[in-house]
Each structure stands twice: as C-alpha cells, then as structure tokens.
C-alpha cells in the first residue's frame, strides 16, 4: 500500500491494522518456518541434497548482484525514501541469523 492511501484511512483503521499486523508478524513468521521446514524435509527425503556455497563462492554471488543494490539504493533516494538505511537493516539482520 502507498503511504497516500494509507493516509486516506481514517486513525481508527490505521490503528486496528497495525495491531493486527503486530499480532500476525509472528503468526506469520512461524508459518513460513514451518513451510520451510516441511519443504525441506520433503526435498531431502526425496533425496535431495542441500548445499552450503563456500564463502569465496558466496562472496563472488555478491559481488555480482553489488549493482542491483547500488541501483535499489540510488532509486530510492531519488524518491526520497531510505534505501541505504532498509538495505543496510536487511543486510545486518542476514549476517547476525546465517546458519
């Protein structure tokens, strides 16, 4: 949703969704869990094989997409909005819960 229509709501909806939305984030993060789980349980069952990259290998992967984030960074800023902030969030937050 687009801040505009978010505006358009009166407070007494913005409040109730963002409630609901507190209360789902978990419902919501466990369920996907779950589904992570059961997919992956099925996939090796099937004999399937998960496979860790070497970091040089993981680190090469990154290099390669480094311009499709500079892009997300730089076309957010034009509009205003924090990219590098959310980029920056969502980079951290992948490091601090790697397996």
């Not at 466990?30 to 860790?52: P, S, T």
């Not at 892009?71 to 980079?91: N, R």
């Amino acid at each position: 949703m687009n801040k505009g229509k978010w505006n358009a709501f009166p407070a007494d909806v913005q409040k109730t969704i963002e409630e609901i939305n507190v209360e789902y984030i978990e419902k919501l993060g466990r369920l996907w869990d779950d589904y992570d789980k059961e997919a992956k349980d099925y996939f090796i069952e099937k004999g399937g094989k998960i496979i860790v990259l070497p970091k040089a290998e993981a680190d090469r992967w990154a290099e390669k997409v480094r311009p499709l984030l500079d892009d997300y960074v730089k076309e957010t800023k034009a509009k205003g909005l924090p990219g590098d902030e959310a980029l920056k969030f969502f980079q951290d937050y992948l490091k601090a819960h790697q397996k």
